[in-house]
């Protein structure tokens, strides 16, 4: 059993900073890609940062500059910063890693519950 635990979203002006935190936790074998999608009211969900086990990132265009990823591979967990946020940054925010569990023969995606993020104008 694996499980991704997100925690860090809230409410903030336009202009503010957000700090996620995402924790995997389980039978987990090994760990490939951790990430960070969004879904805005109305919306389908859509990636807007990932790293992987090397530590390369990736970034949508929207966020370059502003938000930045990490991850602490000895705890299994990533973070997303986010800074100078928009209202267009609203959504709910799901942590997502690619995941080889102990048991379990092969790489699949779980998903974290999700956080809500409200940046008012």
């Known amino acids: 059993q694996v499980q991704l635990v997100e925690s860090g979203g809230g409410l903030v002006q336009a202009g503010g900073s957000l700090r996620l935190s995402c924790a995997a936790s389980g039978s987990i074998f090994s760990i490939n890609t951790m990430g960070w999608y969004r879904q805005a009211p109305g919306k389908q969900r859509d990636l807007v940062a990932r790293v992987n086990s090397g530590g390369t990132t990736e970034y949508v265009s929207s966020v370059k500059g502003r938000f930045t990823i990490s991850r602490d591979n000895a705890n299994n967990t990533v973070y997303l910063q986010m800074n100078s946020l928009k209202p267009e940054d609203t959504g709910v925010y799901y942590c997502?890693?690619?995941?080889?569990?102990?048991?379990?023969?092969?790489?699949?995606?779980?998903w974290g519950q999700g956080t809500q993020v409200t940046v008012s104008s």
């Open positions: 997502n890693s690619n995941i080889r569990a102990f048991g379990r023969p092969g790489w699949y995606d779980y």
